[in-house]
Nanobody, 122 residues
Framework: QVQLVESGGGLVQAGGSLRLSCVASGGTFSNYAMGWFRQAPGKEREFVAT????????YYGDSVKGRFTISRDNARNTVYLQMNSLEPEDTAVYYCVADQSRVAVMSGPDYWGQGTQVTVSS
């Protein structure tokens, strides 16, 4: 059983930046593809970004391409989401996910974190 703990959320003004972190435990980190999803109030959960087990490939949702960057440090069992040029529309709870596919996770991940709130003010 993999446990995922997110941190780094908060309140930021439009145009600002935040970096989310997610520490994994309970499994071999490099066996998993990692990713981030988000859910805004009244909306469905949305794919944000994913990274393969080695970090060699990354994929992004259309709404965040060019602004967000996902990365991972397998030695620290940690995945990151650097968010730049934040917009009020990015306001949501951000969830870290892990999947045994190792390749990428864009839907139906095996594990979810508890989520961290990101609020972008205009």
């Amino acid at each position: 059983q993999v446990q995922l703990v997110e941190s780094g959320g908060g309140l930021v003004q439009a145009g600002g930046s935040l970096r989310l972190s997610c520490v994994a435990s309970g499994g071999t980190f490099s066996n998993y593809a990692m990713g981030w999803f988000r859910q805004a109030p009244g909306k469905e959960r949305e794919f944000v970004a994913t990274i393969t087990w080695s970090g060699g490939n990354t994929y992004y949702g259309d709404s965040v391409k060019g602004r967000f960057t996902i990365s991972r440090d397998n030695a620290r069992n940690t995945v990151y989401l650097q968010m730049n040029s934040l917009e009020p529309e990015d306001t949501a709870v951000y969830y870290c996910v892990a999947d045994q596919s190792r390749v990428a996770v864009m839907s139906g991940p095996d594990y979810w974190g508890q989520g961290t709130q990101v609020t972008v003010s205009s």
